[in-house]
């Protein structure tokens, strides 16, 4: 399996909070979370984590509200999600480059309405 295999996504009202995460075969990347909102044509990045875990990057969109976090001990990154708005409504996706190409997960939905 060289995919990474996502979980966690489900109904929230606004203002609730989602952890989701993400196995992956392999610790020595970069990871990094996507989310594709309904009716959007791209994905957007929405986090980023080194691959030891020491350098993150988040969305202006996410900033203060989105944690991304890995255990390398269990190959699984997290993306915890608080204060989520109606706006944060979308599939998100796990996601890693190597020099093969792009890998991606089949995505998890997160919906968040009242």
């Known amino acids: 399996q060289v995919q990474p295999v996502e979980s966690g996504g489900g109904w929230v009202p606004p203002g609730g909070s989602l952890r989701l995460s993400c196995v992956v075969f392999?610790?020595?990347?970069?990871m990094n979370w996507y989310r594709q909102a309904p009716g959007k044509q791209h994905r957007e990045l929405v986090a980023?984590?080194?691959?030891?875990?020491?350098?993150?990057d988040y969305a202006e969109s996410v900033k203060g509200r989105f944690t991304i976090s890995r255990d390398n001990g269990k190959k699984t990154v997290y993306l915890q999600m608080n204060n989520l708005k109606p706006e944060d409504t979308a599939v998100y996706y796990c996601?890693?480059?190597?020099?093969?190409?792009?890998?991606w997960g089949q995505g998890t939905q997160v919906t968040v309405s009242s």
């Open positions: 392999s610790n020595i990347f970069d």
């Open positions: 996601h890693f480059r190597n020099i093969d190409g792009h890998y």
């Open positions: 980023h984590i080194s691959r030891d875990g020491s350098s993150t």
